[in-house]
T-cell receptor, first 115, second 115 residues
Framework: AQSVAQPEDQVNVAEGNPLTVKCTYS??????LFWYVQYPNRGLQFLLK??????LVKGSYGFEAEFNKSQTSFHLKKPSALVSDSALYFC?????????????FGRGTSLIVHP | DTGVSQDPRHKITKRGQNVTFRCDPI?????LYWYRQTLGQGPEFLTY????????KSRLLSDRFSAERPKGSFSTLEIQRTEQGDSAMYLC?????????????FGNGTRLTVT
């Protein structure tokens, strides 16, 4: 079984400040981890992924995420938030060791960046 | 790459009616997924196709739901005898089988309202 927890329903940050959106996961094999962003009435857009290698991965729009195996975490970060970053963010995991290609998503975190 | 296309964008129906949604994946993608998303929740897996074969179905998927992908191209999701609890955003996504690490590419969804 695989699961994702996003412990914060909402994160508030001032424009220009760093932001972190938290994600922890559970998977029996090798974790393949993904972050997606969703704007109102739209589908999810891929931001970045961790498959293997460097624990810090960089993605679209200046976002990055840090994989921590011991803490089973994959937190999303950005050094300087923009108002336009305000959206819903979803973390997803799938088991890279098995034959399933179906990711499991977290409940999402609403990021609000204040001007 | 024209993206994943879903039709209709919105559907309002009365309880007990049948509805059908269509998804056109990115043309070279052989994997196709259906997810359901309700307010305040992340996408919940419904079913998965590789080419025309339906390889996995969620145990949560009632027998009122059926999906097809004839000829491995577009897919349809039908809900029979709709209930108010079926009101949700139905998301379709696709990915290429040539890339094991590929993220999902989502359409903008079909929002179903059952009155």
């Amino acid at each position: 079984a695989q699961s994702v927890a996003q412990p914060e329903d909402q994160v508030n940050v001032a424009e220009g400040n760093p932001l972190t959106v938290k994600c922890t996961y559970s998977v029996s094999g090798n974790p393949y981890l993904f972050w997606y962003v969703q704007y109102p009435n739209r589908g999810l857009q891929f931001l970045l992924k961790y498959i293997t290698g460097d624990n810090l991965v960089k993605g679209s729009y200046g976002f990055e995420a840090e994989f921590n195996k011991s803490q089973t975490s994959f937190h999303l970060k950005k050094p300087s938030a923009l108002v336009s970053d305000s959206a819903l963010y979803f973390c997803a995991v799938r088991d890279g060791s098995g034959g399933s290609y179906i990711p499991t998503f977290g409940r999402g975190t609403s990021l609000i960046v204040h001007p | 790459d024209t993206g994943v296309s879903q039709d209709p964008r919105h559907k309002i129906t009365k309880r007990g009616q049948n509805v059908t949604f269509r998804c056109d994946p990115i043309s070279e993608h052989n994997r196709l997924y259906w997810y359901r998303q309700t307010l305040g929740q992340g996408p919940e897996f419904l079913t998965y196709f590789q080419n025309e074969a339906q390889l996995e179905k969620s145990r949560l998927l009632s027998d009122r739901f059926s999906a097809e992908r004839p000829k491995g191209s577009f897919s349809t999701l039908e809900i029979q005898r709709t209930e108010q609890g079926d009101s949700a955003m139905y998301l379709c996504a696709s990915s290429p089988s040539s890339d094991r690490d590929s993220p999902l590419h989502f359409g903008n969804g079909t929002r179903l309202t059952v009155t």
